[in-house]
């Protein structure tokens, strides 16, 4: 009886150590995989910090938005439009410049008209859109894309409200 009580206690000892033993053997993945997690998350912030750099949704202000689309307005401007339109001006036609009593008079005070002159042209200006038709109303150099319009549409409604401010400056 004491023997056995000894054998089935020590049975039980053993069963109790390797029960220890297991809990000690899962607990080492366990301390492991918390280890890896904590590495992970000390990596975590840099990361989101990166992510918060490098996405321009959550990071760029509008202002800069809208600024950086202003300079894509100058850029394009110059390329198609300052020849006719030096400062807002119209060279070919002086009663149809890009100032707001012109484009009120004209019709053409909105950006949606703006786009639709600037597409499809109008009498001696030149459409510059993918689709102008017919080919004698458009422009004989390079076609814009259409969000190059809409961003130029932009560009000359808030110039005429603002009076055409000289964009000289703003390049460089
Ligand atoms: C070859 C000269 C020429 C070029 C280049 C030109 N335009 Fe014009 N633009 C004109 C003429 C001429 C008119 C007057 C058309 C009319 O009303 O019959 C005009 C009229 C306009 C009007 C309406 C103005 C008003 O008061 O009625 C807008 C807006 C306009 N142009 C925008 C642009 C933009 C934007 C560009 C550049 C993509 C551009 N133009 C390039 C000659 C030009």
Known sequence: MKIASMISGCTHY?????IKDNVMREE???????????FLKSFAPPLVAA???LSPISNTPVSSAQT?????????FRQACIGCHDA???IIQPA???????????????????YRV??????RMPGFGKECMPRGQCTFGARLE?????????FVKLQADQGWPSIETEEK
């Open 14 to 18: 053993t069963q109790l150590l390797s």
């Open 28 to 38: 080492k993945p366990i301390a492991k995989r918390v280890k890896e997690v904590k």
């Open 51 to 53: 992510f918060l750099v």
């Open 68 to 76: 950086v689309d202003i300079q894509r307005g100058v850029t394009l």
């Open 88 to 90: 807002g001006g119209n």
């Open 96 to 114: 149809s410049t890009l100032f707001t009593k012109d484009l009120q008079r004209n019709g053409v005070d909105t950006e949606e008209a703006i």
């Open 118 to 123: 600037t597409y499809y042209g109008k009498g």
């Open 146 to 154: 259409d969000e190059e319009i809409k961003i130029l549409a932009e």
